[in-house]
């Protein structure tokens, strides 16, 4: 079939299930929530050589938060049995010393969850909060304080589903991949990995 003069070829796309959190990442101002969530998803382009797959959903409005501030929200896609690690690694490592950053679970309705047991970077000095109705934990650092929550969920997903884009030269075939990722952008449960949600070279299993 063709659409706008382009063909489109009905073939094959790999797809394959996954586990995957929601993390809501908020901040002072939307610039400083979607630093923290740049830091929170790198290196996580593919499971294959990377702890686990990771990007920025979208943005939110601050009547979108827990906390009434702007937001930007994060998946992260790995083993089930993984989860654990990797969301407590990206929030202890990347959210918490980011500037007025807070991370909330997007998931809160999830039936599989799991705690990030994060409070006990407070030394005991922590104290539990209610935030939107959220039981948070307030944790001193050198800033102030960081607020968050430590329990998340984690669903079930489908991952790896792809198309490939051709072209008559370079330019235009990425020109059309660009337009493609644009239009993936924003849309609700779904990332595209890699850099500008485009990838240049396909996995491969192995070498000679």
Known sequence: MKINETEILDTFAEAFFVWLSRVIITAATKEWAYKAAVEATGFATSKIGCPCEAGIENFLSPQETPDGRAGVSILICTEKKQMKSNVS???SQCILPAPTASAFDGFPEAGSRFFTRLHYFGDRYEERCTVGGRRC???PIMEGDYIGEERFGTVKGIAGSNFLVMGKDSCSALAGAEAAAQ??????GVISGFA???VASGSKVGSQ
């Open 89 to 91: 690694a990206r929030i």
């Open 196 to 198: 500008g949600g485009i």
């Open 183 to 188: 239009a993936i952008a924003g849309m609700p």
């Open 137 to 139: 934990w307030k944790i």
